[in-house]
């Protein structure tokens, strides 16, 4: 008899979290989707590969070890590979909007055609913005986790997003396609 394994799914993390604050001990996951679930503190997350083992898990037959994650040591990995915003020639004005904004906490819309320049200082200044809180990177990878953005075996995102929308992308299309949305913004646009 052929024994199917068990298929890694997206939304594994919101659904540990649910868990958790249902009171649950624990959830069989996935082992793909274990280091995703295994940040989720005071839950044990046992990968299991098929039913059968699942089964055999629940009626005390197999030991399967719980995932555990050290989510101190995901959140000092080393970024090297990434250049600085102190990298970032000339751009002035433009440097000098994106210190604002990080300070602040603010998003940045830049509502030009954008040139190689600002590209460069706007995907550079992920440097110059405060590191996630734990609560921010469990909300971050969560988003990320429902829609399937995590990398096999990721378990946390721990760096801000950056998101550079294509130059024609139009309000709609950026608010998700619906006309009513648009007229709403248009209707509070000052003149």
Not at 66 to 93: C, L, M, R, W, Y
Not at 147 to 166: D, E, I, N
Request: include cysteine; aromatic fraction near 4%.
């Amino acid at each position: 008899m052929a024994t199917h394994r068990v298929r890694p799914v997206k939304g594994v993390l919101p659904i540990a979290l649910c868990a958790r604050r249902e009171g649950r001990v624990g959830i069989l996951v996935p082992p793909e989707n274990a280091a995703e679930a295994g940040v989720v503190s005071g839950l044990q997350v046992i990968p299991v590969r098929n039913l059968r083992e699942a089964v055999g898990f629940l009626e005390g037959e197999v030991k399967i070890a719980p995932t555990k994650v050290d989510t101190a040591s995901i959140f000092n990995q080393d970024h090297e590979d990434e250049a600085d915003f102190a990298d970032v020639k000339g751009q002035e004005s433009v440097k000098r909007a994106l210190e604002i904004a990080a300070a602040g906490g603010h998003s940045v819309n830049f509502d030009w055609s954008a040139r190689n320049g600002e590209i460069y200082a706007c995907k550079k200044a992920g440097t110059i913005r405060p590191p996630l809180t734990l609560e921010e990177a469990l909300e971050t990878t969560k988003i990320h986790s429902i829609v399937g953005m995590l990398s096999p075996g990721q378990a946390l995102v721990t760096r801000r997003p950056f998101r550079a929308p294509h130059h024609t992308a139009i309000n709609a299309g950026l608010l998700g396609g619906k006309s009513f949305v648009c007229a709403e913004i248009a209707r509070h646009r000052t003149p």
